[in-house]
């Protein structure tokens, strides 16, 4: 009796969460730059510093967490903290240090669930079409990204709304 494969359904799951962890905020996050601006007063220096802060205060954690564990458990942990942090930029009021610290989750959450965990699950299944199957879970990032761009504007109107009411 010959085993089943289920590379491509491990690829199936890796695009959706591989496109959850970076696509989803990577190409929609920007968005909300000139909501903030308007709702909260921020500056343009103040809202794009969230990232670079919280990427100086995660370096260790890959090269720490990424080789101990196994990229099952990242990618669950990972895509958690992602959702969390999306949670987090939803609720958020208006101080500027919760922000920050909404983005260090979120780029643990990046770390833990992003190309580094995706790329070993994926390689463990693949031999001979390891290219493609690659190429396929990238594609996640930007079909995701991209599905994203349709839920940016209502959101920011609803959150605008909430604000005013």
């Known amino acids: 009796m010959k085993k089943s494969f289920y590379g491509w359904w491990v690829v199936a ?17 920007p ?19 969230g990232f670079p802060l919280a990427a100086l205060l995660t370096l260790w ?10 990229p ?13 942090a999306f949670l987090g930029w939803g609720t958020m009021g208006n101080n500027i240090w919760v922000y920050w610290g909404i983005w260090f ?37 930007g079909l995701v990204g991209f599905l994203g761009s349709f839920a940016v504007k209502p959101l920011a109107e609803a959150l605008d709304s909430r604000r005013r009411s």
């Open 61 to 70: 954690v890959g090269p720490v967490l990424v080789p101990r564990f196994s």
């Open 72 to 84: 099952r458990k990242l990618i669950l942990v990972g895509t958690g903290l992602t959702c969390l």
């Open 13 to 29: 799951a890796a695009f959706m969460t591989f496109g959850l962890a970076v696509g989803l905020p990577y190409y929609n996050n």
């Open 105 to 141: 989750v979120y780029t643990v959450g990046y770390i833990l669930s992003g190309p580094i965990p995706h790329q070993i699950i994926v390689s463990q299944w693949f031999r001979k079409l390891r290219g493609t199957a690659m190429g396929v879970l990238y594609v996640g990032v």
């Open 31 to 49: 968005f909300f730059y000139d909501y903030y601006q308007k709702s909260f007063g921020w500056t343009k220096a103040q809202i794009t510093f």
